[in-house]
């Protein structure tokens, strides 16, 4: 029992001892990274590959030491970079790169594994490549399709660099293009020049169009207005020519009826308001209907003139009676 007992915490530290070695001889790889294995500042290894490797314990002594990098596609930014095109006009443009880790041993050996190290020569490879891509094209190209082949024009300009750094770019994207305060007030006053001069010369096609509409609707207001005159006139015509055969049709089938009935036309006009006063003589030819019982005219007075018989064109009316008060 004693002898078990002393032998105990031997075991113990023997255990821990082995765990601790096979601990240090082990790391994993996950499918996200890369694992740059590293002995007394050589590269021996990349594992790229998920999984569990091993490696010689103590790192702290300085033998394998592991390295890891990122194996998924990454992201930077290149934010509110001034650049200027043919003519002179300047755009704030902001872009990102997307790339990978291609080959982790030349990213080791080039900037030691460091993302920001590498991240920082693309950017400055970037912002020249823009710079030269749009110094090259006019004002609308970046406004255009043309945007398209100047992102592909930019990311084969990274392609070189990153090569050198081991990395493989995947892609680059222009986000936004805007033009600066200055240009874009002078971009707007020449767009409101344009668009006032395009409604002026609207507002003049639309006055030359009505002033010809008026002109051929009043050309067309004349012509009715003469051929309705014209019409009017000849209808006229025919209408007193019927009612002068008319008139002469009835008076000569009757002549002492149309008599009659000129003299109750007179009557009806000269008695009809009432409030006519006329100084005449019972016995005058006027009043001749109203001295026979059986509505018969009399015999006319000697030396009294006749009733005419009136033409089909007078008026339903006797001359003028004497003065009236």
Known sequence: MNMSSSRLPAIVIAVAVILFIVYSSVFVVNARQQAIVVRFGQIQSVKSEPGI??????????????????????????????VQVKGGATFDVDAFVVYKIADARKFR???????????????????????????????????????VSMMLEVRNDLHRDAETLGLQIDDVRIRRTDLTQDVSQKTYDRMRAERLAEAELLRADGTEEGQRRRAVADRQVVEILANASRDSEVLRGEGDAERARVFADAFSRDPAFFQFYRSMAAYNNALGSGSTTMVLSPASDFFRYFQSPNGTPPAPQPGAPALAAPSANAPLSLPAAPAAN
């Open 53 to 82: 490797y091993f490696k010689l314990p103590f790192a702290f002594a300085d033998a394998d030491r592991v390295q890891y990098v990122e194996k998924q596609a990454l992201r930077f930014d290149l934010d509110n970079i001034r």
């Open 109 to 147: 050996e080039t900037v030691s594994g460091d993302r920001t190290a590498a991240e920082s020569r693309l950017r400055t490879r970037l912002d020249s490549s823009l710079r030269r891509v749009y110094g090259l094209r006019e004002f609308d190209a970046a406004l255009s399709d043309e945007r």
